[in-house]
């Protein structure tokens, strides 16, 4: 009886087994063809909630990730991204110790290969941070204090680019009364685009950087602390003139944000807003002169 049954289901079971192989082969090449090193400079700001997550992926594939939002929901974002064949990064920057921006980042420590951490020199004591730190250790990971201005530079793919890093710009005491003035802020140039990365800073950060007389402009601006009414003056928007902002935000979060007046502003100056509350996750590429964007949703 069992010889006869076999007969009978085998040749369902092997058009089963062969289903699930094109199956599984079709979802491979889904993620690699999203993964595979590009030939542009990509820019993905992640659907994390209410927190900042940002892959930056360099045309020879090197990627870096800005913060990690609020919980482990970086890590499928990550992975949509990225082959899991190739769970490497070459950095993460963790602006602030605030636990919407590290505590994915101790997820990413324990999935990912990281060879590298650049933090803000200020320290925090709450449970996340902490662990953030027992998890560098453990994984002998370097750490690189941001605590004064300084550049990469260099060529990917014939294109130049350089990435300032133009905030804090002196070692910061131990504590401070607000860690989103503490973040890490940089300005990445590829060719003839740039992205300027606010972290939480607020608007007293702004006033430091215009009065420092940088240059500030960027095809594409990181909203500063979320969209809320504390960032993104006008005086610092002017300077900055972006074509895009970006506000990472989680809907319905219970803050407010983005703050109604931060919309306005920029939407009078006739910016070009993507949320993630309401795009998903946002990406962008370039080639060092165009510039393209596409979003979740």
Known sequence: MAQRLAKIFQPQ?????????????????VSVSRSVAPKDLRVVFLD?????????EFPSGSRWLIDGGPDERVVSELDYFMSLANRRLAGIILTHPHADHVTGLIHILRRYQVERALLSSAIHTTPEYLTFLKELRARNIRSIPADHPFAWSGTDNG???????????????????????????????????????MGDASIEIEKLLLAEGRDLKSSVLKIGHHGSASSSGDDFIQAVNPKYAVILVGEGN?????APETIDR??????????TDKNGWIQFRTDGKTLTVSSAR
């Open 13 to 29: 079971l092997l058009i089963i087994a062969a289903a699930i192989v094109v199956i599984a082969l079709i979802g491979l090449s």
């Open 48 to 56: 994390v909630g209410q927190g900042d997550a940002i892959l930056i």
């Open 159 to 197: 294109v130049a680019w350089r990435w300032e890093f133009l905030y804090p710009d002196r070692k910061l005491p131990d504590t401070v009364q607000n860690l989103n003035d503490v973040s890490v802020v940089s300005r990445l140039t590829f060719g003839e685009q740039s992205f300027l990365f």
């Open 254 to 258: 219970q803050f407010g944000h983005p």
């Open 266 to 275: 920029l939407s009078s100056d006739k910016i070009n807003i993507y949320r």
